[in-house]
């Protein structure tokens, strides 16, 4: 059947700030579902607190709404708004909470708003451990033997009638496995019970028979009104199950079913979802399988988009949420095209040529203390995504992706040594996989290794390949490899800096890239079509291998590539997905070819149809270089935009320069002279710009020397770094040995930066952009928190709120002193620190900033667009001249860090030079006697350590 006629206005709800579990898969679903409603010209409200997503952009939908997701705020706007229905399936946990939350108290129905895209009962009973538990047995489905508890009590009972521990618990109604876990021995037991009671809404969790070493798998399915079911995608987890799927290794399609086995779990799924409600839209099914028996059991089901379908989205090429939209107001799949290949219904079901591994980004360095091992709850930050035509191809280029130091699956350095790898392979870790390649490669057999970790012998084989091509190169020198086993080589993912690293003489990747070349092996690029090449494909979305053709034809048109941000981490977020949005809107509207580069698969920028190209690949030099070469056969690249990527981006800066090619914006040198902490600090004293006493380091006896020098307390800061890695407060000569000593080892050969902490001052972060003539600052953010807390995890407050004329005066002076002086052209971040009246310059970063999206929001200017199109020539004046500057912000925009820490009970609550918050809320307030300024105001020092 068509569209809904009798719904004119839809409400979507967002899912809030990034937590652990619930990141910006959910912004990016969301973003689908309101284009894609907009698109069918309905009026399209949407509410989130998230300020850094381009969802709550203002072209996302018809009004967006950034306020807090309580269900006062939710019925405040509907009074304003009343929309005719609402779509929570878009907001992750937060979202169906809250949709749920009004049911119960018949909020929907009393204000005449229907809920769409999921049945409000559905969700109940998914949720529900025991009612889910008694409806897979009402339809005959094997489950694992369990039962719900909602006391210590009745949990030691159930144990006891499990057959002891192992066990596993599950808490109800909460995200990413919060408070769940596996229960090994009887000293975590009561601590952990505890725990999951506390954390669940409804004090209730699952204790479930223990099914470590079973391989797990999801699938992503869909469903109309008419009751067609299609499968989008099957997701096979390397890590087996106990390690839940968020922090897995995963590869899709599945790989090591039989056609049989895989069969009945396409059955199961498709019963499941018809089993648990009446609804259309998107829905995930987990499942585990025996490897010995063969045994097929259900994990869960989640009757909503979730944090899967934004992989299984790339994966595919075919858009989930965006169908899952139209499906939610009357469409059947029959009805809809596939967009992707434009002449084939969204009713097919993708078809993969490829493979795609997805591998977790974790950030365990910011917390210390952690325990790094793997369980039931999730504690992954991000992930990044690679496709190739083989596994080993696609699991290389996802390490390269990684962006922790890694040229591939470790080829790149010795192995590990044996009492490491045997202690890491005794639990699940986030580097699994990089010590089976240890093991594998000190003699371990593949039997020997499944037998300890559970990994299938499937993956553990194909990582056994890689290191028999790497014994063979061994044994080479670079003249000496043959075209055909370079060619295989470069078909199994190994980068140029690999190979350098793996023959016989001193060679560097240059070296092997000109050898490469010499021999005729440049990367193809494959199209992501849905169909396996079964019909051409109308979107351009590509991914490199190695064949004799090229499915990506190049335009004579003048192109401009931008590079993303990599995988989400702390320090480095989503808020660079909208700058890169912006950016690639930007240069579109100039009249570019718009070029996008990324390896997120949770990104709006990722997304097929933002850029005119979007090639899904790892912002690691080797394959970016390859692209750039691919689009300029014509010679009309006219550059790249470093600025909007973080320092993912910037870092390839002068690789660019080196090559000859274009940077829009500032250039690489000055680049350096902000970045590099030692530069930058001379570069200000050389302008008389106030700073806090200085001295750069490069041994731990200068370190010494200069701490006593400079005096204590002292900021220890590495260059180079985002989120503040590796900074922190000394206050005596043992700290600074102990501090510089793990800075050196976690980035060897970093020059270091001591200075002055000025204790009880106030820190200030300044967004600006620069056309090189004039300076526009964008907004001046005075934090809540005293210097020494780390910007990201600070409350900022736009504008200031307690500092003089006189101090304003000298902050806006010293960023147009530096930003002219620096030739930035683009954006700017600068942090100072205002102490007894007088403002002292900390760092300058040439580049978006996290915070360009809050000030963006804040004020109603595109900040990000700006910067752009003044990189690719315009003047700042055009835009002041058309009023395009000018600020409608009345009263207070604050921006409240949020953090995770529910999933490292371990690690103590402290704030300090170093970032550890995963996400960010808007609040709007015209007093500052409003709980969003007073609350963090009281306990502003309450963290503050080093």
């Known amino acids: 059947m068509p569209r809904r006629n009798d719904i004119e206005s839809i409400m979507l709800i967002g899912s809030g700030p990034i937590v652990i579990g619930q990141a910006c898969e959910f912004d990016y679903s969301g973003s689908q579902a309101a284009r894609a409603l907009m698109d069918e010209s309905y009026d399209v409200s949407l509410v989130n607190s998230n300020p850094a997503t381009i969802m709550t952009d203002p072209m996302m939908a018809d009004t967006v709404y950034l306020r807090e997701l309580t269900p006062p705020s939710i019925r405040q706007i509907v009074e304003t708004e009343q929309p005719d229905a609402v779509m929570p399936t878009m907001g992750g946990q937060t ?36 009612r889910f538990r008694d409806m897979v047995d009402d339809i005959d489905m094997d489950q694992s033997r369990s039962r719900t508890a909602k006391s210590l009590l009745e949990a030691k009972e159930i144990t006891q009638e499990l057959g002891g521990l192992p066990i596993v618990i599950r808490p109800s109604y909460t995200l990413g496995g919060s408070g769940g876990g596996i229960v090994w021995n009887a000293d975590e037991f009561e601590k952990m019970i505890t725990r999951g009671l506390e954390m669940s809404p409804v004090h209730q969790i699952l204790i479930d ?44 399609p599945q790989q090591t079913l039989t056609d049989k086995q895989f069969q009945q779990m396409r059955d199961g799924a498709i019963k499941l979802m018809r089993s648990i409600g009446d609804f259309a839209g998107g829905c995930n099914v987990q499942f585990a399988f025996d490897p010995d028996s063969g045994r097929m059991v259900v994990i869960e089901i989640n009757p909503r988009v979730s944090r899967s379908s934004a992989l299984a989205s790339k994966a595919t090429g075919y858009p989930i949420a965006k169908v899952a939209a139209k499906l939610g107001v009357g469409y059947t799949l029959d009805e809809l095209p596939n967009e992707v290949t434009g002449n084939t219904s969204a009713c097919f079901e993708p078809s993969l040529d490829y493979v795609v591994t997805k591998v977790p980004r974790f950030n365990f360095e910011k917390f210390e ?15 990044v995504m690679s496709i190739g035509r083989t596994f080993p191809e696609s699991l290389q280029k996802a390490w390269q992706s990684l962006e922790i130091g890694y040229a591939g699956l470790g080829a790149d350095r010795p192995p590990a040594d044996r009492e490491t790898v045997r202690e890491r392979l005794q639990k699940p870790h986030w580097d699994d996989l990089l010590h089976v390649r240890s093991a594998l490669k000190r003699g371990a057999s593949v039997e020997e290794v499944h037998d300890v970790t559970k990994i299938d012998p499937w993956f553990l084989y194909k990582i056994q390949d890689l290191l028999h091509l790497e014994d063979k190169l061994h044994d ?15 078909q199994h993912g190994f980068s140029d800096e690999q190979i350098a690293h793996l023959v016989q003489e001193d060679v560097t990747d240059k070296d092997v890239r000109e050898r490469r070349k010499a021999l005729g092996h440049t990367p193809s690029y494959q199209v992501v079509d849905t169909c396996a090449g079964e019909f051409p494909a109308e979107t351009p979305y590509f991914y490199s291998t190695y064949e004799t053709d090229t499915e990506s034809e190049v335009t004579d048109k003048e192109k401009v590539l931008i590079l993303g941000s990599g995988p989400n981490r702390i320090g480095q977020g989503i808020e660079f997905d909208y700058s890169c949005v912006h950016g690639v809107k930007a240069a579109r509207d100039m009249g570019y070819e718009a070029i996008m580069i990324n ?9 097929f149809d933002v850029a005119d190209k979007l090639y899904f690949e790892p912002v690691f030099w080797e394959r970016v270089l390859d692209i750039v070469e691919h689009e300029d056969q014509n010679g009309d690249v006219a550059g790249v935009i470093l600025q909007l ?61 200069a701490a006593e020098r400079i005096g204590y307390p002292i900021l220890v800061r590495p260059s180079y770094v985002l989120g503040g890695q590796g900074m922190r407060i000394a206050i005596n000569k043992e700290e600074v040995e102990h501090y510089v000593g793990k800075i050196w080892d976690l980035l060897p050969e970093n020059e270091i930066l001591m200075d002055r902490f000025l204790e009880d001052s106030v820190e200030i972060d300044v967004d600006a952009v620069s056309d090189g003539e004039e300076v526009w600052v964008a907004g001046i953010m005075q934090h809540i928190e005293p210097a020494g807390v780390h910007s990201g995890d600070s409350t900022a407050v736009l504008p200031p709120f307690s500092l003089s004329e006189d101090v304003l005066d000298q902050v806006r002076g010293y960023v147009e002193q530096l930003a002219l002086h620096l030739g930035v052209t683009g954006l700017m971040n600068v942090q100072m620190v205002v102490k007894d009246e007088k403002v002292y310059v900390i760092e300058a970063n040439p580049r978006a900033s996290r915070t360009v999206p809050f000030i963006s929001k804040a004020i109603e200017v595109p900040v990000a667009r700006v910067a752009t199109q003044v990189m690719l020539g315009k003047k700042l004046a055009e835009f002041r001249e058309a009023g395009k500057l000018e600020s409608t912000l009345e009263g207070y925009a604050i ?24 996400g960010e809320a808007i609040a709007f307030v015209d007093e500052l006697t409003d709980e969003h300024f007073q609350r963090p ?7 503050l350590s080093k």
């Open 95 to 130: 979202g169906l909470n809250l949709a749920q939350t009004l049911q119960e108290e018949g909020f929907w129905t009393d204000h005449g708003v229907e809920v769409i895209g999921v049945d409000i009962d559905a969700v109940e009973m998914t949720e529900d451990r025991q």
């Open 895 to 918: 921006k409240e860090p949020v953090f995770t820490w529910d999933k490292f009970p371990e690690v103590p609550k402290e704030l300090g030079p170093e970032m550890r918050s995963t």
């Open 937 to 943: 105001y009281e306990m502003k020092d309450l963290y």
């Open 476 to 490: 080479l020198t670079l003249e000496q490899i043959s075209e055909d086993l370079f060619y295989e080589v470069k």
């Open 209 to 252: 028979e223990c099914l470590f070493g079973w391989k797990e798998y999801e699938l992503e399915l869909l469903r109309d009104d008419n009751d067609n079911v299609i499968i989008i995608c099957s997701i096979e987890n390397v890590d087996p199950m106990g390690v839940h799927t968020g922090d897995s290794v995963t590869v899709a």
């Open 645 to 705: 990527g973080g320092q993912t981006a910037l870092k390839l800066a002068e690789r660019f320069e080196e090559n000859g090619i274009e940077i829009f914006g500032t250039n690489s040198r000055m680049m350096d002279q902000a970045e590099d902490r030692g530069k930058f600090s001379t570069l200000l004293r050389d302008l008389d710009v106030p700073f806090p006493n200085y001295d750069v380091v490069d041994s731990p006896t200068e370190a010494m020397r």
């Open 599 to 607: 390896c997120n698969p949770e990104t709006v920028s990722t997304d």
């Open 369 to 383: 203390g952690v325990n790094e091992e793997l369980t039931t709850q999730m504690k992954a930050v991000g992930e």
